[in-house]
């Protein structure tokens, strides 16, 4: 069993940065690939960025490339997501996950195990 709490969230304006931080509890972080995704208002969830148990692997959606970075650290049992250049569009509840199904991290919600409740970003115009 793995709990996840994620903080960092808030009202930022576009352009800003944030810093997204997912706690995990338990002594078995390092076996779980871990992934950001996020969901607005009416809209499917959304695969962000992931990473893999070693930290080696990273992952994004386009519409992050070159802005998010997604980082770990298994002495903390934390995974980060570093948000640059934000925009409106970026408004979301922002969810961590840790995942156990596939060797390599994946896209897909469904093979994610665990999940935290979220934290809010709005980036305001």
């Known amino acids: 069993q793995v709990q996840l709490v994620e903080s960092g969230g808030g009202l930022v304006q576009a352009g800003d940065s944030l810093r997204l931080s997912c706690a995990a509890s338990g002594r078995t972080f390092s076996s779980y690939y871990m992934g950001w995704f996020r969901q607005a208002p009416g809209k499917e969830r959304e695969f962000v960025a992931s990473?893999?148990?070693?930290?080696?692997?990273?992952a994004y959606t386009d519409s992050v490339k070159g802005r998010f970075t997604i980082s770990r650290d298994n002495v903390k049992n934390t995974v980060y997501l570093q948000m640059n250049s934000l925009r409106p569009e970026d408004t979301a509840v922002y969810l961590c996950?840790?995942?156990?199904?596939?060797?390599?991290?994946?896209?897909?919600?469904?093979?994610?195990?665990?999940w935290g409740q979220g934290t809010q970003v709005t980036v305001s115009s």
């Open positions: 990473i893999s148990r070693n930290g080696g692997t990273t």
């Open positions: 996950a840790a995942g156990q199904t596939t060797f390599l991290p994946t896209r897909k919600p469904s093979l994610y195990n665990y």
